[in-house]
Structure formats: structure tokens, C-alpha cells
């Protein structure tokens, strides 16, 4: 069975910053492509970032390019990606969602996606 557990939401005041866990199991890890979508009250759920398989590689939504960087631990069993966000904004309030599929270009819409965390909620104060 698949499981992909969240950490580290919480509340962070605005230019703060957090970092997110996500630890897989049940999955070959270093085979599957990680990414973080978010979901904030009313809307629908959004790409936020991904890495490949091998950690190499990543891309992200334009609306976090530059604040936050996806990175991966695929080694000694450790089988989690992080989620490290800096300078936030109030509009980065969100159910952060953490996802696995084997596509890594297929990751960016929600349809792409083949495995969910249940999220966990960060939220950013002015």
C-alpha cells in the first residue's frame, strides 16, 4: 500500500519560511517522480513544484519560482522529498499536497498524478 505522509505546515508570518516533508512508502522511490501541489480555500488544487527520479532535475509553478526549491532523499532507506519555501506570502496559504507518479513532465496538471498525501495546511500571516 502506497503512502505518502505530509509535515512541517503550520503558521509562519509573511517573508517567513517553512519546509515541508513528504516520507513515501510502499513504492519503489527512486523510480517515481515527486511534486507538491497546494490548495487553497475555494480553489481548485494547483501545481506548485516537482523533481525527477534521480534528483536532477526540477521545475516549478511561475507563481513560486525562485522562493521555493523541491529536493529529494533517495538513499539509506530515507525515501522523502521536501518542499522548502521561503519568503511567503499570505496567497501561499494552503493545503499542501505532497504526489508520485512515474511521468516527471506529466506531474504538472492534477491528472498526471497516480499517488496523494492527505496534506498538511500552511498558513501565512500578515
Known amino acids: 500500500q502506497v503512502q505518502l505522509v505530509e509535515s512541517g505546515g503550520g503558521l509562519v508570518q509573511t517573508g517567513g519560511s517553512l519546509r515541508l516533508s513528504c516520507a513515501a512508502s510502499?513504492?519503489?522511490?527512486?523510480?517515481?517522480?515527486m511534486g507538491w501541489f497546494r490548495q487553497a480555500p475555494g480553489k481548485e488544487r494547483e501545481f506548485v513544484g516537482a523533481?525527477?527520479?534521480?534528483?536532477?532535475?526540477?521545475?516549478?509553478a511561475d507563481s513560486v519560482k525562485g522562493r521555493f526549491t523541491v529536493s529529494r532523499v533517495n538513499f539509506n532507506f530515507k525515501n522523502t522529498v521536501f518542499l522548502q519555501m521561503n519568503s511567503l506570502k499570505s496567497e501561499d496559504t494552503a493545503v499542501y499536497y505532497c504526489?508520485?507518479?512515474?511521468?516527471?513532465?506529466?506531474?504538472?496538471?492534477?491528472?498526471?498524478?497516480?499517488?496523494w498525501g492527505k496534506g498538511t495546511l500552511v498558513t501565512v500571516s500578515s
Open positions: 510502499g513504492l519503489t522511490f527512486r523510480n517515481y517522480a
Open positions: 523533481i525527477n527520479y534521480a534528483g536532477d532535475s526540477t521545475y516549478y
Open positions: 504526489a508520485a507518479d512515474l511521468q516527471f513532465r506529466d506531474m504538472s496538471s492534477v491528472e498526471g498524478v497516480q499517488y
